[in-house]
């Protein structure tokens, strides 16, 4: 393993049904999922996955009802087991783990927040969010007081006796959000986490990930049907297709360079000024310092308002450092280079 990947996925495949072995030959020798599907009433959820996702890595893994992607992330840990292929996390086969090394990996090496998140009805914020910790056998001190920093950092500060019936979808979110940092893992597992909040909510939310992302460099594989949202959030995205890869990249290549006709579909109507990133298309070197500047990662949607009182804004590393300089001219060539080519 590389020293720089968390997690590992080689040639993963799960097949549903009574017979998955016999099912699996025929797969191997080239029969498609429809076919197999139709005539043995097997559910093929992956076909041959191969994922790698590197630390510090937000990795989103995106694709339709039906493509195979919280199937995929149930795999990591181990939720579900494969019927073929190979799951490693820190370097280590979570297929090869007794119960026992299981449940020690899930206590102390990843977390997961879910979709429908998950909070026990009956306790409060509080310890909903020290829940975790207790299981791990966390003394109750120290729980409950990690627990009231993570309420804190995810801005619930003054909810901490109200029960989860008491607050809104994306508050309770945001429990379940706390819940997984207070663990203190180096990888979170999220599964559609923001997708059954309402749009204004679901991007206050993407913007309260990507900003605790900035201080905490977790390794964050998140699942998602929304387009947008892996271009908004993801280092690198990757599109399911009938439980297989069909293409994995950054967000830009994916959107700029379809694999085939069903990623060009996938992106027909994306918003490209989100894909395209300022460090691609900038005039580099050292230059007079701009009045106005955004940072290295930025996409060309953040730098077009600026156009509107600066001829140029400079493109700067988080230390402050101007690395290049780029005009509105430049963004808006850029885009309307890619929207023709694909």
Not at 30 to 47: C, F, M, P, W
Not at 272 to 288: L, N, P
Not at 294 to 323: K, M, R
Request: charged residues 25%; negative net charge; glycine residues 8%.
């Amino acid at each position: 393993m590389s020293e720089n990947l968390k997690i590992e996925m080689r040639g993963v495949t799960k097949i549903f049904g009574p017979e998955p072995d016999d099912v699996l030959t025929q797969l191997q020798a080239g029969r498609s999922k429809d076919e197999l599907q139709a005539e043995t009433g097997h559910v093929i959820g992956l076909n041959n996955v191969d994922l790698d996702v590197r630390a510090g890595e937000l990795h989103v893994v995106m694709g339709l009802s039906g493509s195979g992607k919280s199937t995929l992330i149930r795999h990591v840990n181990r939720l579900i087991d494969p019927t073929a292929g190979e799951i490693l996390v820190n370097g280590r086969n979570v297929l090869d783990m007794d119960m026992e090394q299981l449940r020690e990996f899930r206590r102390t090496e990843i977390a997961m927040v879910f979709q429908k998140f998950g909070l026990l009805p009956h306790r409060s914020v509080l310890d909903n969010v020290a829940y975790g910790l207790e299981i791990r056998g966390v003394e109750k001190k120290q729980r409950l007081a990690t627990a009231e920093e993570w309420i804190a950092k995810v801005g619930l500060d003054g909810y901490e006796q109200s029960r989860p019936h008491q607050l809104s979808g994306g508050q309770q979110q945001r429990v379940g959000l706390a819940r997984a940092l207070a663990m203190d893992v180096d990888i979170l597992l999220m599964d559609e986490a923001f997708s059954a909040l309402d749009p204004l909510i679901r991007s206050g939310m993407q913007d309260e990930l990507l900003a605790l992302q900035k201080d905490l460099n977790k390794t964050i594989l998140f699942i998602t049907h929304d387009f947008d949202e892996a271009l908004k959030i993801g280092d690198q995205v990757t599109v399911l297709q009938d439980g297989a890869v069909i293409q994995s990249g950054r967000p830009e290549e994916v959107v700029l360079n379809p694999a085939n006709a069903h990623m060009e579909e996938f992106v027909a109507d994306v918003n490209r000024a989100r894909a395209i990133h300022v460090q691609t298309i900038m005039e580099k070197g050292e230059f007079e310092r701009c009045a106005s500047a955004v940072q290295v990662g930025a996409c060309c949607e953040d730098v077009l308002p600026l156009f509107a009182e600066h001829d140029w804004v400079g493109v700067n590393t988080e230390d402050g450092t101007q690395i290049g300089r780029l005009t509105a001219k430049q963004v808006i060539k850029a885009l309307a280079r890619h929207s023709s080519a694909v």
